[in-house]
């Protein structure tokens, strides 16, 4: 079976079409002179591998031709590991006692708990829900692609992990989260407070960031924090801009460098990503991974897998997490992953 991507950049009127073979990628230091749509999970595994489609590219607009309805005509079951014999509200508290342990015993600065939760299949086709996705959500990166390996899944993003042109990158910082409570289409949430938790939490990947690029890049500017919006949701946010160092460092390298940033993963990276991975009720796959066009048109366009969800023949998943620090409470830090899970939801639930 062939495999595709759809991909709609913010603010952009058109989208990316790439249909053809997705091969597996060893690591992701292998991919800096390829290029196609690179769908990386949050760790990369033999079931869940970092796969590189490449094939015919077209930019389309939506909506999109009737005739790519066969695109999406065969979803694979759902994957019965999925599934827990625990209550969602059960499943996360008893997650969430594990980490919350493991931060007030001082073995990490931050963890990301993550969790899921299976909604039934949706009336509209995946491509439907794609093009739902692109108009509710201009601000965000929206992403369709399916292949063999990964299944099927829809992501409507707003963090960058890198983009650039091979001259100029950046990468953010966006962390710390709030819901607008009045959700006008012109409320940014510029003049709302942040909590010292949030802020704390969207420094530590901002500090993380720069550490990383002070290794690989040259002329880092960084700008922020500031507050966006993401559909229902804001956050802080940190630009840098930079260039590689002489040429010296390439693309992969610098992906295996950031990826897990502290905003899904934690502090410190590799001990963290291990706890998150003994330690969550819920396999993430390709949540908290990334996605999108690498060197295509001469550029590249990697985001970070958030609000996304997983559509299969009979549910469709939907993945969420939050950050915790020492002083997380529980009902709050539930509560922001219900928030996140709405941007999703409401393309399968039809909410106004």
Known sequence: MNSYAIFRLPHAEHCTLIKGDAEVVPSLADISNQQGFLLAPFMPSDEDPILLIKGDVQELTTPLPSHLSSLTSHLSPLISHFSSPLSPLTSYAADFATFHQALTE???????LARCMALPVAARSPLQLFEEACRRYPRMCVSLVSTPQSGTWLTATP???L??????????ALAGTMRLRNDRADNEGQHLRWSAKNIQEQRYVASYLADVLRCHADNIHEEGPRTVRAANLVHLRSDFTFSLNNKCTRVGELLQALHPTPAVCGLPKAEAQRFILD??????????????????????????SLRCMHITATACQLYAGGGLLRESI????????????????????FDA
């Open 163 to 172: 983009e650039g042109n091979g001259h100029e990158w950046r990468t953010i």
């Open 106 to 112: 001082g073995r990490f600065q931050k963890l990301v």
């Open 330 to 349: 529980e009902r709050q830090e539930w509560l922001e992953t219900e928030a996140k899970m709405e941007a999703m939801r409401r393309l399968v639930m």
């Open 159 to 161: 963090e960058i992990l």
């Open 279 to 304: 330690n969550e009720h819920t396999s993430r796959h390709y949540y908290s991974g990334f996605m999108g066009t690498l060197n295509l048109s001469q550029s590249t366009h990697l985001y970070v």
